[in-house]
């Protein structure tokens, strides 16, 4: 039997709630299956660790990761710690080290969720974001000069290496080839007179590999408004980190809320462990109530199985997520219901029963 070793990083507020219930959820599909299991270690960082020891995560945390078949995150975010200490020394760190240049997240209307688009139909809600996750406006590239002086000045550098423009264009003409669907490309062009229009040249580059591919071209701007006009011209869409990271949250609200969002953080060749979150953030205000919603946990879950090679599992976990919020009985706050996390958890396990 093949066991997939899976370490685990509750992180901050309603992390550990969430995801307690992806594990278990996780759990329930390998004893369905029978064919392979999940060992899960679990690592207590994130920012209330900073708060105690001063760091995100042990010196030697990428090290012992390393050894991981996956990483399994919660949310990292607490008050008292700045965002950027908790983005840079812990998420970023992890997916930098790792080379998890592919950040595809789903943008899937599913029958029953809310929606505030209106007529919209639910149809035209389906895209899959894949965000370069490595460079880009999050390389950490700049100078602060003359600090705490009047005449203080930043330069907060992107960085577009043909390497890594590349590789995620190339990732995302071979998704777009694989499901038979169409390409957007979203840059901006006309603004960012370096970046975007090296993006822009590359993806025409690459795109002489696949003249199957119908391809589509749209500045972020632009793209913005077509995606609360007319949300179904978009299928597979590839753009850079920042303007994925923003996109992405836009996406997630036309399509049922921040707790229907998962991501994944993917290091296609394999060499290092990929990871697989939630991305509605870890909502200290709310955290120990039982109110968040694990459902977002569940479709990042649905993530590693596809990547692991269980499609069929990663399928009928979204089926479940679409009947649950069809049948509208077992709905945390966010979506209008009464039910705690772990109730939520427990109908996703029920139906995997079935």
């Not at 550990?16 to 390998?30: D, F, S, T, W």
């Not at 109110?291 to 590693?304: D, R």
């Not at 209008?336 to 396990?349: C, K, P, R, Y």
Request: proline fraction near 5%; aromatic fraction near 10%; hydrophobic fraction near 40%.
């Amino acid at each position: 039997m093949k066991t997939h070793k899976i370490a685990v990083i509750a992180g901050d507020g309603i992390g550990p709630e969430v995801l307690a219930e992806g594990v278990r959820v996780l759990k329930q599909v390998a004893e369905c299956d029978g064919g392979f299991s999940f060992e899960f270690t679990y690592f207590p960082w994130g920012c209330e660790y900073y708060l105690k020891t001063g760091k995100m995560m042990d010196e030697d945390g990428i090290g012992k990761l390393k050894q991981f078949d996956a990483i399994f995150l919660g949310a990292v975010g607490y008050p008292g710690v700045p965002d950027h200490i908790s983005l840079w020394d812990l998420l970023l760190n992890i997916r930098k080290s790792f080379d998890q240049y592919v950040n595809l997240r789903p943008v899937k209307l599913l029958e029953g969720a809310p929606c505030p688009l209106k007529d919209v139909d639910r149809k035209d809600v389906d895209m899959i974001f894949v965000r370069e996750n490595s460079e880009g406006e999050y390389a950490g590239s700049g100078s602060w000069l003359f600090k705490g002086k009047p005449h203080e000045v930043v330069l907060q550098e992107g960085v577009f290496s043909r390497h890594g423009c590349e590789r995620i264009i190339r990732y995302a003409y071979d998704l777009a080839r694989e499901k038979g669907r169409t390409l957007t490309s979203i840059s901006k062009g006309n603004a960012l007179n370096y970046s975007m229009v090296f993006w822009d040249q590359i993806f025409k580059e690459v795109g002489a590999d696949y003249p199957d591919v119908k391809t589509f071209s749209y500045l972020v701007d632009a793209a913005s408004m077509f995606m609360v006009k007319d949300p179904g011209r978009f299928e597979i869409v590839v753009t850079s980190n920042l303007f994925g990271d923003i996109l992405t949250d836009l996406g997630a609200a036309i399509a049922g809320g921040m707790g229907l969002a998962a991501g994944a953080n993917l290091n296609p060749e394999r060499e290092f462990p990929s990871m697989f979150e939630p991305i509605h953030g870890s909502a200290p205000d709310i955290a120990g109530q039982g109110k968040a919603n694990p459902l977002a946990t569940v479709w990042s879950a649905s993530q590693m199985l596809d990547f692991f090679g269980y499609r069929q599992w990663g399928e009928r976990l979204i089926d479940i997520i679409e009947e649950i919020l069809k049948e509208k009985k077992v709905l945390t706050p966010d979506l209008d219901g009464t039910a705690t996390t772990s109730q939520v958890g427990d109908e996703v396990i029920s139906k995997l029963r079935q």
